[in-house]
């Protein structure tokens, strides 16, 4: 009885929810249909919102450093890739102490202490302005400014333009000193 | 996980000025290697591609730019403008502009005097000091 009496209550518990289901599920498009109407009154609403944000989003102009529009802005004109045929430049003014390594060629405007190497195949280059200090490892050195130290050109041309200042030690494979370098160094020449 | 389009690439700078990128001297180009310090007097501009570590200190104007792919340890980067796009460990300090783009990855302190610009996918771990006096009309 008490079985039957449950199954009654459970028929009944389960007609009461399947009406309910539906209540719901038309509960659920009479929430949809009226959004339908506040939806567009909501649009209206957020879209002054939405457009009243990038007002205040004029950030080029509250930015302390204009810049001209019509400069390209992509920073792909010095490409990432420094290609192995690119040099790379020490410049004009810098101070660098301390060791490197290149898989480039270098050029050395500023003033250098150290120690610089460079892949096979790579020239490292003293310039006029720049100053040298320590010691150059590379297949070609090319000294046009100033250098102390060791300088090392492994089976390649040492080479020392006519307003050079070397002193220290020279290895070298083949060698060009034009008229009026300064050079000061022991030599070595290396077996080819 | 974030669901937000995370824009991965490296996007052009906005605070960083434009005519820097066109001017600048790669000085350490990609997989060459520095260690030691880098100082100047003058206004020079410093692209770094490489693996660099130690110290730069550009004391008159000056700006840096880490490419994406550097990887920088460091006591101290000191210039006016510094735009990140790599990875940095430690310390830097802009007097005017810090950009720190969607690839940038920095651990450490970042100290800027004037501006801050952070782009959404930028990853920092560390601390952020802001300028303490109001800089008004400088440039």
Same mark, same amino acid.
């Given at each position: 009885m008490t079985s039957t009496n449950f199954t009654g209550q459970g028929t009944s518990n389960m007609e009461v929810p399947e009406p309910r289901i539906p209540?719901?599920?038309?509960?659920?498009?009479?929430?949809?249909?009226?959004?339908?109407?506040?939806?567009?009154?909501?649009?209206?609403l957020a879209q002054p919102a939405v457009a009243a944000t990038p007002t205040p989003r004029a950030l080029p102009d509250t930015l302390r450093f204009p810049q001209k529009v019509s400069e390209p802005r992509t920073? @792909?004109? @010095?490409?990432?890739?420094?290609?192995?045929? @690119?040099?790379?430049?020490?410049?004009?003014g810098l101070t660098f102490t301390g060791e490197a390594h290149y898989p480039c060629d270098v050029r050395i405007d500023g003033v250098v202490d150290g120690k610089i190497t460079?892949?096979?195949d790579r020239t490292i280059t003293v310039e006029s302005d720049g100053k040298f200090k320590g010691s150059i490892k590379a297949t070609n050195v090319r000294i046009e400014g100033s250098a102390d130290g060791d300088i090392t050109a492994t089976g390649g041309l040492a080479s020392f333009g006519s307003k050079s200042v070397c002193k220290g030690h020279i290895t070298y494979g083949r060698l060009k000193i034009a008229e009026g370098a300064d050079v000061e160094a022991s030599m070595k020449k290396l077996a080819a | 996980m974030n669901t937000l389009k995370k824009p991965e690439t490296a996007t052009d700078p906005r605070l960083f000025p434009a005519a820097i990128l066109q001017t600048?001297?790669?000085?350490?180009?990609?997989?060459?290697?520095? =260690?030691?310090?880098?100082?100047a007097s003058e206004d020079l501009s410093i692209r770094l591609d490489g693996e660099y570590t130690g110290k730069i200190e550009l004391g008159k104007a000056g700006s840096v730019h880490i490419a994406n792919g550097a990887v920088v340890t460091t006591d101290m980067i000191i210039a006016d403008f510094i735009y990140v796009e790599g990875t940095v460990n430690g =310390?830097?300090?802009?007097?005017?502009?810090?950009e720190l783009s969607p690839t940038a990855r920095v651990k450490g302190a970042i100290q800027y005097d004037i501006d801050l610009d952070?782009?959404?996918?930028a990853r920092i771990s560390g601390q952020i000091n802001a300028p303490e006096t109001i800089l008004q009309n400088q440039i």
């Open positions: 209540g719901i599920l038309m509960s659920s498009p009479t929430t949809t249909i009226r959004p339908t109407v506040p939806a567009k009154a909501i649009d209206s920073s @792909q004109v @010095q490409t990432a890739e420094i290609g192995s045929n @690119q040099t790379c430049v020490l410049p004009k460079a892949e096979p | 600048q001297f790669t000085v350490l180009p990609k997989s060459a290697t520095m =260690k030691g310090d880098m100082a =310390k830097i300090h802009a007097r005017k502009g810090m952070m782009h959404p996918g």
